[in-house]
């Protein structure tokens, strides 16, 4: 159910690839394209910050070339190059902004392709307001710099009118890496389209035949290492032999991990027993999830796993660890399983109770469904935003002196 409409500025959301492409980030920022063109008499702009992969038809997203000033190889020469190429960016980006009234940007995954729109700020150029929204590993990028690139980093949120984590959780990294700037952090959950979740659950699992109608453990990320696929197998292969009959599917999108964990697979017994799968289409997700006995969030840092929502909203039980945004939805013993992060023996301990107590799962997926479908919504999500840019930006706090050099941690500190 949509929010009621209403008068707005112009929004555009900015993402660094191809919006069509699987994964998180897009989801997030394809559902609030969506929910914010039904409830407001302004259409959002799709704005593709990357080099063009095809040819681009009329119904295709607004493109515009990345530019940064980092390169870990070519640092010097990435520098010369982004003040060579600034004034034609950013004067590319203020003609976007006129020609399609933006007053908003949007940034979702925030990098330092997004320095020029910080500048174009800075120097007046765009007048409107920079929302940076983050989503999780972005953020472990950001407080791992050190030199050029933290100052790239620090100058972007300084110019930010609100920096946006996706969970409580996330924001905490976010208030150590620029702590002048907490007044203008503000966390904005993900939601879910249940109506568009339910049409797509319908579907077919595509399973081979070795996995149908047997009961499996499901798991969607990508290939990963933040993700604790191998945490999984693990566990998988710890009570495998108590459940001849359970198998493991881990649908995983792209990601340097893949090998890895078919190699652990092999090593630890159980290949045979489990399905990867990379590049699944969302409509294929939301129909495995139906179809899983459990869902398994191994991860060992996460911003706020958006396929929790859609576990939830397919009635699977959840086991999961305690990354970072994931105990700002489950609560232990009420609605899921939850573990500490990098214990695969506990995690199959929860596994185990979980297969050993049907009726506790289906009371804590009922349980975990009713308070996902009241809270997390992308209606929800959008009247936050709406909120957030239509009031003044919070009385900008001086940045103080920069540290260029190694983060804290490096440090020992």
């Known amino acids: 159910?949509?929010?009621?409409?209403?008068?707005?500025?112009?929004?555009?959301?900015?993402?660094?690839?191809?919006?069509?492409?699987?994964?998180?980030?897009?989801?997030?920022?394809?559902?609030?394209?969506?929910?914010?063109?039904?409830?407001?008499?302004?259409?959002?702009?799709?704005?593709?910050?990357?080099?063009?992969?095809?040819?681009?038809?009329?119904?295709?997203?607004?493109?515009?070339?990345?530019?940064?000033?980092?390169?870990?190889k070519r640092p010097l020469r990435a520098l010369a190059s982004f003040f060579l190429k600034f004034p034609a960016g950013v004067w590319r980006?203020?003609?976007?902004?006129?020609?399609?009234?933006?007053?908003?940007?949007?940034?979702?995954?925030?990098?330092?392709?997004?320095?020029?729109?910080?500048?174009?700020?800075?120097?007046?150029?765009?007048?409107g307001q920079l929302v940076l929204s983050f989503h999780g590993s972005d953020v472990q990028t950001m407080v791992r710099t050190s030199g050029l690139e933290r100052f790239v980093y620090r100058t972007m949120l300084g110019a930010a009118d609100w920096l946006v984590p996706c969970s409580e959780g996330l924001g905490v990294p976010i208030r150590a890496f620029a702590p002048e700037l907490s007044h203008r952090i503000r966390a904005i959950r993900n939601g879910i389209n249940t109506d568009r979740f339910e049409a797509e659950s319908n579907g077919d699992a595509e399973l081979p035949e070795a996995f149908r109608g047997r009961p499996f453990l499901l798991n969607v990320g990508a290939f990963h290492e933040r993700k604790g696929h191998d945490l999984l197998v693990r566990a998988f292969a710890e009570i495998r032999s108590a459940h001849p009959e359970l198998r493991l599917v881990i649908a995983g999108g792209n990601g340097p991990e893949y090998e890895r964990t078919e190699a652990l697979a092999r090593e630890l017994g159980v290949e045979e027993y489990t399905l990867l799968l990379r590049n699944v289409p969302h409509a294929r997700v939301a129909a495995l999830l139906k179809a899983a006995q459990l869902f398994v969030l191994p991860s060992r840092r996460e911003g706020f796993a958006m396929v929790l929502l859609e576990a939830a909203a397919a009635r699977t039980p959840i086991v999961a660890s305690l990354a970072c945004g994931v105990g700002e939805l489950l609560v232990d013993g009420e609605d899921?399983?939850?573990?500490?992060?990098?214990?695969?023996?506990?995690?199959?301990?929860?596994?185990?109770?979980?297969?050993?107590?049907?009726?506790?799962?289906?009371?804590?997926?009922?349980?975990?469904?009713?308070?996902?479908?009241?809270?997390?919504?992308?209606?929800?999500?959008?009247?936050?935003?709406?909120?957030?840019?239509?009031?003044?930006?919070?009385?900008?706090a001086p940045l103080g002196p920069l540290s260029l050099g190694k983060p804290a941690e490096e440090k020992g500190g």
């Open 93 to 127: 980006l203020r003609r976007l902004c006129r020609q399609f009234q933006i007053d908003v940007l949007n940034p979702h995954f925030v990098g330092p392709d997004y320095f020029t729109f910080a500048l174009a700020k800075r120097l007046g150029f765009f007048r």
């Open 336 to 396: 899921g399983w939850t573990v500490p992060v990098e214990r695969a023996d506990l995690l199959a301990d929860a596994i185990e109770d979980a297969l050993a107590n049907p009726e506790e799962r289906l009371r804590r997926s009922l349980r975990l469904e009713e308070r996902v479908l009241t809270e997390f919504t992308w209606a929800r999500a959008c009247s936050e935003y709406r909120m957030l840019y239509e009031r003044p930006r919070p009385e900008r």
């Open 1 to 72: 159910m949509h929010a009621p409409r209403l008068e707005c500025k112009r929004h555009a959301f900015v993402i660094g690839w191809p919006i069509a492409e699987v994964g998180g980030v897009s989801e997030v920022v394809r559902n609030l394209a969506s929910e914010l063109a039904a409830s407001s008499d302004v259409a959002p702009v799709v704005i593709e910050s990357c080099e063009p992969t095809a040819e681009v038809d009329s119904n295709a997203p607004v493109r515009l070339k990345p530019l940064s000033p980092c390169d870990e």
